[in-house]
């Protein structure tokens, strides 16, 4: 299992960044994925996951209609939205792979390495 | 919302054994997982569904549960442990995962 992110930055406060996670060695489309974030030198924030056919999202409170997260099956690519950024947002973006069976509460068996996001005028 | 609480640090001597809690409403009815991460990695799966371990994770690394409070459990601490590690759940009133405050380990 192999996933990496990318699309990190500088981001002005109110901006805008897309992040991608490209996914390989599994079936991509089988498996629902998520976001987790970790601010500097605090601790692991769950931020979206989805279903394995994109079919049922959900958000924490700290992002929900701000960001979107979705999914390329045929892409094998995990992308998240983020809108109206705020200095709030800057982390570490984490992907990860739950576990089998396709459905978004199953535990996280996979991570990347993560993309920074720095929001900063 | 859903609060599960982590000692912040814990420590350990090396060959002795690291027990590090975490505590939350109705822990017992849930499936607790665990993580652990060291600066500057990503974190990695170290017992899922309160006492499961991944394949490639030492026997060394326990989960158990009792009543309200989760406990993963390190038996023959080695230096190469050293690191954060992170209790969560699901929690289905909010449909929301939640993770734990992360508790670092020291071995001394």
């Known amino acids: 299992v192999q996933l990496l992110e990318s699309g990190g930055g500088l981001v002005q406060p109110g901006g805008s960044r897309r992040l991608s996670c490209a996914a390989s060695?599994?079936?991509?489309?089988?498996?629902?994925m998520t976001w987790v974030r970790q601010a500097p030198g605090k601790g692991l924030e769950w931020v979206a996951v989805i279903s394995y056919d994109g079919s049922i999202k959900k958000y924490a409170d700290s992002v929900k209609g701000r960001f979107t997260i979705s999914r390329d099956n045929y892409k094998n690519t995990l992308h998240l939205q983020m809108n109206t950024l705020s200095g709030d947002d800057t982390a570490e973006y984490y992907c990860?792979?739950?576990?089998?069976?396709?459905?978004?509460?199953?535990?996280?068996?996979?991570w990347g390495q993560g993309t920074l996001v720095t929001v900063s005028s | 919302s859903y609060v599960l609480t982590q000692p912040p640090s814990v420590s350990v001597a090396p060959g002795q054994t690291a027990r590090i809690t975490c505590g939350g409403y109705?822990?017992?009815?849930?499936?607790v997982h665990w993580y652990q991460q060291k600066p500057g990695q990503g974190p990695v799966l170290v017992v899922y569904?309160?006492?499961d371990r991944p394949s490639g994770i030492p026997e060394r690394f326990s989960g158990s549960k009792s009543g309200n409070t989760a406990t993963l459990t390190i038996s023959r601490g080695e230096a190469g442990d050293e690191a954060d590690y992170y209790c969560?759940?699901?929690?289905?009133?909010?449909?929301?995962?939640?993770f734990g405050g992360g508790t670092k380990l020291t071995v001394l």
């Open positions: 969560q759940l699901w929690d289905n009133d909010s449909d929301h995962w939640v």
């Open positions: 569904d309160d006492s």
């Open positions: 990860a792979k739950t576990s089998g069976g396709g459905s978004i509460w199953n535990w996280f068996d996979s």
């Open positions: 109705n822990v017992g009815s849930k499936s």
């Open positions: 060695g599994f079936r991509f489309s089988d498996y629902a």
